[in-house]
């Protein structure tokens, strides 16, 4: 076979190669708008079905409140009716009484005339006599028919028009929620949510963040945070496990939610941090991430490390003070490259810590940068970075030296930023704390 067969051979596999991926992609972007076109015709669906029923419903409850308005009025006319219609009844009835009287005394008054002399003189003296006992110059009154109530209703034509107003202005369609999740980023059993506003005419006052596990049928959106910031670390994650996160946004002066972002999925696959079960002096949440130091008896004081070393470089190490003690300026929080059982606080070589008055140490040494004292309620935050992959002296790992991280050491509104050599190179690192005195309750993510 000639070089110009192979080179055309060759020319041929990588046209086909080309071609499998350019269709490839091709197919790839078929598949992406297709579920764009399945998300618009979904969200249309559900963005109709939602405006039927809610309108459905305002119908409903519309009528049967002027129903209940109007029974209320019908009601009222009824009352002023058999208020207003008693009394003329009353007189009413009076009056026929009276009719009557002068009817049957007519009757006798005729008969007397009409009678013989020997019985006419009795006949009237008694008719004269019943005459006398009715009373007939005396007529009971009757009212004038401007004292008598004229019934009206009286019906404000404006509602129709305020409704009108109000209803043209009810509810409203959008093609983009307002706010939209940004960035999910893993933490040790926990997920940092970012989002943004996306609509720049929407005046957000509020934000509402829900989650839920992914792939449940069963399982509802549970509520994570409602305020002004834009982020949240999402806390008790499992990994490996994925989650549903949405957002929404409340306008000023609005009391309705915008509707929400697209869902989006994110997983940790960082095991949580957890403080070491069996540590005298120390009692443990049950997920082990919160300590309370609730015995201050022993002689020394011990301190409390993590159960493995699951801190490595690049994270956010935070401790959250949520109880406090009496201060000592032994006490520690802070991170180190081993587990020194016998030490009494991470005031020592190989860690570095900030104690509860603002100190800040490194390998045992007290820097003269300090930071606000920890309180409750005070988050103390640990950043590091490798500065140099290998030891200074020189590249060879297994002959010592000194390895390099830079840290950065947050509390309240200020923070400190130093190197700190420590004689190995590392890839992970132990936290700890250590209290002299009972009382402090610290909680580490």
Same mark, same amino acid.
């Given at each position: 076979?000639?070089?110009?067969?192979?080179?055309?051979?060759?020319?041929?596999?990588?046209?086909?190669?080309?071609?499998?991926?350019?269709?490839?992609?091709?197919?790839?972007?078929?598949?992406?708008?297709?579920?764009?076109?399945?998300?618009?015709?979904?969200?249309?669906?559900?963005?109709?079905?939602?405006?039927?029923?809610?309108?459905?419903?305002?119908?409903?409850?519309?009528?049967?409140?002027?129903?209940?308005?109007?029974?209320?009025?019908?009601?009222?006319?009824?009352?002023? =009716?058999? =208020?207003?219609?008693? /009394?003329?009844?009353? %007189?009413?009835?009076?009056?026929?009484?009276?009719?009557?009287?002068?009817?049957?005394?007519?009757?006798?008054?005729?008969?007397?005339?009409?009678?013989?002399?020997?019985?006419?003189?009795?006949?009237?003296?008694?008719?004269?006599?019943?005459?006398?006992?009715?009373?007939?110059?005396?007529?009971?009154?009757?009212?004038?028919?401007?004292?008598?109530? %004229?019934?009206?209703?009286?019906?404000?034509?404006?509602?129709?028009?305020?409704?009108?107003?109000?209803?043209?202005?009810?509810?409203?369609?959008?093609?983009?929620?307002?706010?939209?999740?940004?960035?999910?980023?893993?933490? /040790?059993?926990?997920?940092?949510?970012?989002?943004?506003?996306?609509?720049?005419?929407?005046?957000?006052?509020? $934000?509402?963040?829900?989650?839920?596990?992914?792939?449940?049928?069963?399982?509802? $959106?549970?509520?994570?945070?409602?305020?002004?910031? %834009?982020?949240?670390?999402?806390?008790?994650?499992?990994?490996?496990?994925? $989650?549903?996160?949405?957002?929404?946004?409340?306008?000023?002066?609005?009391?309705?939610?915008? /509707?929400?972002?697209?869902?989006?999925?994110?997983?940790?696959?960082?095991?949580?941090?957890?403080?070491?079960?069996?540590?005298?002096?120390?009692?443990?949440?049950?997920?082990?991430?919160?300590?309370?130091?609730?015995?201050?008896?022993?002689?020394?004081?011990?301190?409390? $490390?993590?159960?493995?070393?699951?801190?490595?470089?690049?994270?956010?190490?935070?401790?959250?003070?949520?109880?406090?003690? /009496?201060?000592?300026?032994?006490?520690?929080?802070?991170?180190?490259?081993?587990?020194?059982?016998?030490?009494?606080?991470?005031?020592?070589?190989?860690?570095?810590?900030?104690?509860?008055?603002?100190?800040?140490?490194?390998?045992?040494?007290?820097?003269?940068?300090?930071?606000?004292?920890?309180?409750?309620?005070?988050?103390?935050?640990?950043?590091?970075?490798?500065?140099?992959?290998?030891?200074?002296?020189?590249?060879?790992?297994? =002959?010592?030296?000194?390895?390099?991280?830079?840290?950065?050491?947050?509390?309240?509104?200020? =923070?400190?930023?130093?190197?700190?050599?420590?004689?190995?190179?590392?890839?992970?690192?132990?936290?700890?704390?250590?209290?002299?005195?009972?009382?402090?309750?610290?909680?580490?993510?």
């Amino acid at each position: 076979m000639s070089v110009e067969v192979d080179l055309l051979l060759q020319e041929a596999k990588e046209s086909i190669e080309a071609a499998q991926n350019y269709r490839s992609e091709l197919q790839q972007r078929l598949n992406g708008l297709n579920q764009a076109r399945k998300q618009v015709r979904g969200s249309s669906g559900q963005a109709r079905e939602a405006l039927r029923r809610h309108f459905t419903e305002l119908q409903a409850a519309a009528g049967r409140l002027l129903t209940e308005r109007l029974n209320a009025l019908l009601a009222e006319v009824d009352a002023i =009716e058999a =208020e207003s219609v008693k /009394p003329l009844d009353d %007189c009413q009835s009076l009056i026929e009484h009276g009719v009557g009287q002068a009817d049957e005394l007519l009757r006798e008054g005729e008969a007397a005339l009409r009678c013989g002399l020997g019985e006419k003189e009795d006949q009237l003296g008694s008719f004269t006599k019943k005459a006398m006992h009715i009373q007939l110059d005396s007529l009971p009154e009757v009212p004038a028919l401007v004292d008598v109530p %004229c019934v009206s209703a009286q019906l404000d034509d404006s509602l129709l028009g305020l409704l009108r107003e109000r209803v043209s202005r009810h509810g409203s369609v959008s093609s983009h929620p307002p706010a939209q999740i940004e960035e999910l980023q893993e933490r /040790p059993g926990s997920i940092l949510v970012r989002w943004c506003k996306v609509d720049e005419d929407f005046a957000a006052a509020d $934000y509402r963040l829900q989650y839920r596990r992914a792939g449940s049928g069963g399982s509802q $959106y549970e509520d994570a945070y409602i305020g002004r910031d %834009c982020e949240f670390l999402i806390l008790h994650l499992d990994p490996h496990t994925d $989650y549903l996160f949405r957002v929404c946004a409340r306008g000023e002066g609005r009391t309705e939610w915008s /509707p929400w972002s697209i869902p989006q999925t994110g997983y940790t696959t960082l095991t949580p941090h957890e403080w070491c079960p069996g540590t005298e002096g120390y009692i443990l949440s049950s997920r082990r991430n919160i300590a309370l130091r609730n015995d201050s008896s022993q002689s020394r004081c011990t301190v409390l $490390y993590s159960n493995a070393p699951t801190y490595f470089c690049g994270q956010t190490l935070t401790f959250k003070i949520s109880a406090a003690g /009496p201060m000592d300026r032994r006490d520690s929080l802070g991170v180190c490259v081993d587990s020194r059982r016998e030490a009494e606080s991470l005031q020592r070589d190989q860690a570095v810590c900030i104690s509860t008055n603002g100190a800040v140490f490194v390998n045992g040494k007290e820097m003269t940068n300090q930071l606000p004292a920890v309180t409750v309620g005070s988050s103390v935050t640990f950043d590091m970075e490798v500065v140099n992959l290998f030891p200074i002296s020189n590249n060879n790992l297994s =002959e010592g030296g000194n390895f390099k991280l830079r840290v950065t050491i947050g509390s309240g509104n200020r =923070e400190v930023v130093f190197d700190w050599l420590v004689d190995q190179a590392v890839d992970c690192l132990y936290f700890g704390c250590s209290f002299v005195h009972c009382g402090w309750k610290v909680l580490v993510y």
